[in-house]
């Protein structure tokens, strides 16, 4: 057992969160550059070029040059084996981040140093901010004409509300980005050439009351501003907590330049020190510790295809407790039946890998077989875990979508249902139509388009579709109640779910507001207060 605890320990799982060209992508793989994963930069995503590229998967992403799903990685660093999850940072596939979210243990934030925060930022930052996770700030490109950096500082306090700690302070800016100054060891990493960052940099460290080399390293102009921002810095900044941090309420900030390899390895050594082993979670009333023998996790994401040769459907899950292993039967609690999670695979860096043993913290992708949703549980043989806290966010956008050749009526139906089980649609039925048509709700527009490529590649159906004007969806809570005969505006429309339950969906809120004032006593709940989507 000492083992195991042991293993659990050194365990780091954390999400990368920016708006798109912050450098998120950059960021990762100099992470995995230091943890020796890959061999040379440049290997994780190839935007524009022809390079493998690990965290896309999907053809439709190779062509608008995006990343459409999460992908999870895993390496070695100084000790600590590691989980990034990566999000995608486009808006459109927000649900599939907010998901993602849900597996870490905390998040690493990445912002464009010329632009502060950007509005994926704020979003996502929300969702950190509700489960109080650990959040560390890395300010990048400050080899290139940024904010002033107590300007960009007091923006995350004020926007967010929390505190911020600098662990390291920039020395200029663009063209005259002359380093870092390291406030816990009172000395700075000074910037000894720009490269490409195919390399390791180590920088030159100097001490700051060695004024006489700090002047030979950055000149003596850039010394005596350091000097007084730091004066400056020391006097009005928050006082140095690793409680805070670890609850979310202190943001310890780095700066530095991903491109550049500037200030990225002191980053990661800080980060993985002061942030938190896997957190418990939470059953019921049962606190779940990590270190609890029994072995337990949830599935956070289903994702299809991601092998096009083997057309397969994986389901991953994030470990909560205990210690996983392969070929033994675990129970799967919402299908109340027992399972083995088969094909359990990590991926590192590039390849996928088998694996055999795997900790609370990891992340596994198993074969799914079209048993698993989104947010469920599995768990030791007469265990009855139930780990709540994967949102479904509330569709805005809807459309109608109706299957044109009646030949392949079984084959739309399956598409439908497999793609809305992953959580990248949701899908809703018109009482009285039948499996032929469907009226589908997505949270970013381009699941529409990701839609209709997944089902003429992987189902061989076209279908025709009718994008509608609605933008609110609400249950309908009175069980007793039939909603054919209420009182509702023309635009309204009653739809089911694949469950049965009855929902609204409106053009507008004065809508909802008629329709609450015509029927008395009609009692509608948001949508994303439930918690089992499909
Ligand atoms: P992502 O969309 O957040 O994953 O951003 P990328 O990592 O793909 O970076 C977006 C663009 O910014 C790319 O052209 C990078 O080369 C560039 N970039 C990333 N980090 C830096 C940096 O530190 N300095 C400069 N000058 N450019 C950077």
């Known amino acids: 057992m000492a083992d195991i605890k042991q293993e659990i320990q050194r365990r780091r799982t954390f999400a990368i969160i920016s708006h798109p060209d912050a450098g998120k992508t950059t960021l990762t793989e100099k992470f995995l550059l230091y943890g020796g994963a890959i061999q040379s930069a440049g290997a994780v ?18 062509k608008r040059g995006i990343s459409v799903t999460s992908s999870v990685l895993q390496f070695e660093y100084g000790g600590y084996c590691i989980n990034i999850l990566d999000t995608p940072g486009h808006q459109d596939f927000s649900e599939d ?18 632009k502060g925060i950007e509005p994926q930022t704020r979003k996502l930052f929300k969702v950190c901010a509700m489960r109080h996770i650990p959040i560390f700030t890395f300010i990048n490109k400050m080899d290139r004409e940024a904010r002033d950096p107590f300007d960009l500082v007091d923006e995350l306090e004020k926007e967010f509300g929390i505190g911020t700690y600098a662990v390291n302070w920039p020395i200029g800016c663009g063209a005259g980005f002359k380093g870092v100054y ?10 000894d050439e720009f490269h490409a960052g195919r390399r390791r940099i180590e920088g030159v ?5 060695d004024t006489e080399r700090m002047d030979s390293l950055i000149g003596s102009y850039a010394r005596e501003e350091l000097v007084s921002q730091i004066e400056l810095l020391d006097g009005a900044s928050f006082d140095f907590d690793l409680q805070k941090v670890r609850t979310g309420r202190l943001s310890p900030v780095f700066f530095g330049s991903a491109l550049n390899n500037f200030g990225v390895e002191a980053f990661l050594q800080r980060f993985l020190k002061m942030t938190t082993p896997p957190l418990e979670h939470i059953s019921g009333d049962e606190i779940i510790s990590p270190f609890d023998e029994r072995f ?32 033994r039967e675990y129970w799967h609690v919402q299908a109340d039946r027992p399972v083995k999670l088969s094909q359990p695979q990590q991926m590192m860096a590039q390849e996928r890998e088998i694996v055999d043993t795997a900790y609370a913290g990891d992340i596994i992708g198993v074969f799914d077989p079209g048993i698993f949703s989104i947010g469920d549980t ?27 050749d009646s030949m392949k009526r079984k084959q739309f139906a399956k598409g439908v249902t497999e793609i809305a089980q992953e959580g990248a ?13 469907v009226v589908v709700g997505v949270v970013g527009v381009l699941q529409f388009d990701v839609l209709q490529f997944r089902m003429e590649s992987e189902y061989g159906v076209r279908y025709n579709k009718r994008d509608l004007p609605h933008q609110l ?10 909603p054919a005969e209420l009182k509702l505006m023309q635009t309204t429309r009653w739809v089911q779910d694949v469950r049965g339950r009855n929902l609204l969906i409106f053009v507008g809120q004065y809508e909802i507001d008629w329709a609450l004032d015509k029927n008395p006593g009609l009692m509608l709940s948001e949508f994303n207060q439930n918690t089992d989507a499909v």
């Open 45 to 62: 995503k190839g935007k524009s070029s022809d390079r493998h590229a690990t965290s896309d998967w999907m053809e439709i992403e190779k």
């Open 97 to 114: 981040t907010y998901r993602t979210l849900m597996a870490a243990d905390s998040a690493v934030m990445v912002i464009d140093g010329a």
């Open 182 to 191: 390291e406030r816990d060891r009172r000395s700075i990493l000074a910037f």
């Open 205 to 209: 460290e100097c001490d700051i009351s």
């Open 296 to 327: 337990s996790a949830f599935v956070f994401k289903i994702q299809a295809n991601m092998n096009k040769a083997h057309r397969d459907r994986i389901a991953f899950l994030r470990i909560c407790s205990g210690q996983f292993e392969r070929g």
């Open 378 to 404: 599995v768990c030791e043989k007469g265990e009855k875990l139930r780990y709540a806290g994967i949102p479904t966010f509330a569709p805005e956008h809807f459309a109608v979508v109706e299957q044109i």
């Open 425 to 437: 649609i949701q899908i809703f039925f018109e009482p009285g139509t039948g499996m032929e048509r």
């Open 473 to 482: 969806i609400r249950y309908i809570d009175n069980a007793d109640l039939n």
